[in-house]
């Protein structure tokens, strides 16, 4: 067969992967031949054939031929004086079986996908069976670098719950026990890959910090899907995934909506009856809420400047409508002429609310209706991270094609734009220091670099990075009562410690909105988008 090199290459030790398919019983033969060949050779020139990382079922069975029968039994002695029922890594060091024993293999004689299933996303970029879903699950290969707590955002869930079915490996595991008709007829919809799923926050992490490029929010949003086809969804589900349907009815009562964040009973109310955690203040709608025709100040006629798309996503548009107002003034004052991208009179939605809820055909469609108002050549620009990345990541699996691609080429942050663009701006000082946050899908796509870079754009003002995972928020998942103390202890893990630290008169800049809401409810400072910052800092009369 092939084979790699690949690590390192010290001491006489020389880091070999044959490539092998281990669902194939003729490959597993030529690893056996491969082993027993490697391990002669060994033996012949005086080596060891046991290794740094310990023999395991790999190299156990090879302890007696090497050591010899006399020594191999005193280990058994040893280990039975130590362990005499055995419970102690059986099968390792001592009596160990044939590591080519397939009964212990992943990937067994019988192994072989569910009939019937369809999977609802793209997965074409993966090899194996339904679809390429299969291998997508495949590829975590159980190295285990999401167990990591020393750096990067993977996995949230893991470093608060130490649960091993809480972590990218579990859930990898649990998806293709569900694939493989290893737990019963329910496949993904099953109560197991429920439980597995329920804490993961789809923070992205993984995607990008598993050495194998697991991305398991992605196969949440298929695993979803399957439950909610399966059994429906939860009404508080509902009601967060229609958000942007009834978004626009909401904000024209603002006042009567925001009555449950002021009545105590109210509070109780939605805890009782929908699941919002009593404790937590929901998002504050604004009457004043974002309006397309806003940008048209800036629209000059005869003007020979270029054309920029602002998105404004649901959220920013209803709940943090300045921000908006602020990426307006910053792109003017860029030299550039601020578009709202037309729409059929609904205002455009990436879809994110409703593929967390795993109704992927309402996502699609909303897709759809995204990528025909965004058409063209211009630069698209998104304030949110979540949903500008939806346009870079989800559309592609929703509707994969040349045209989505473009789009995901031309839809960048604030700061990646001004990186592609090599904008400059004059900005008044700032003497003071910012403290970042990073989303978890800014860093994930790479974005988050950009957005220090536009930062420090501004005299005077010191920009520090938090280093920090997820913030704990993810969505509604901080909201709902049964995992708030879970969110609670993402956010204490590294945000929150840090955000205290920050002096009375610095900046905590963020740049997602459930990562302002986080910071903002449980440590009580407010944080600001980067653009508000950058805003704020622009001679009067710049930017409109």
Known sequence: TRGTWYAHASVGCLHVRPVLNMKDGADVK??????????????????????????????????????????????????????????????????????????????????????GFSPRLDWSDYPGPLGGLLGAVEMCNNNGQCRKFDAGAMCPSYRVTRDEQHLVRGRANTLRLALTRQLGDEALA??????????????KACRRECPTGVDMAKMKIEATAARAAKHGIAFRERVVAELPRYAPLAASFAGAANLRNKSPWLRRVSDRRLGFAAERNLPAWRSDY???????????????????????????????????RAGLRVIAAAGRRPLMPGHDGRPLCCGRTYLAAGLIEKARAEARRTLAALAGDAPVIGLEPSCLITLR??????????????????????????AREKISLTLRPTPTKAHVHGHCHQKSFGAFDATLAALRQAPDLTVAPITSSCCGMAGAFGYQSETQDVSRAMA???????????????????????????????????AVHSVRVLADALPSGHGG
């Open 30 to 115: 030529r690893m056996r031949a491969i082993a027993e060949e490697c391990f002669d050779l060994v033996r012949q020139y005086k080596g060891s054939h046991s290794g740094e990382h310990g023999d395991g079922i790999a190299r156990s069975e090879f302890n007696e031929p090497m050591f010899g029968a006399r020594i191999a039994r005193a280990f058994e002695a040893v280990k039975d004086a130590v362990d005499p029922e055995g419970l102690l890594n059986p099968g390792r060091i001592v009596r160990a079986p044939r590591f080519d024993d397939r009964s212990l293999f992943r990937y067994g004689p019988n192994y072989r996908p569910i009939d």
């Open 190 to 203: 099953s109560d197991d890959v429920a439980e597995a799923l329920k804490l993961c926050v789809s923070c």
């Open 290 to 324: 974002f309006r397309d025709e806003e940008a048209l100040a800036y629209a000059k006629p005869g003007s020979s400047m270029d054309n920029v798309m602002l998105f404004a996503d649901t959220f920013t548009r209803y709940f943090e409508p300045d921000n908006l």
């Open 393 to 418: 990541d989800e559309f592609l699996s929703l509707l994969p094609g040349a045209e989505t691609k473009a789009l995901a080429s031309r839809a960048v942050t604030l700061g990646e734009w001004m």
């Open 492 to 526: 204490e893990a590294d945000l929150l410690p840090a955000v205290r630290k920050a002096k009375s008169g610095e900046l905590i800049v963020a740049d997602g909105f459930s990562c302002r809401h986080q910071i903002a409810d449980l440590s009580g400072r407010v």
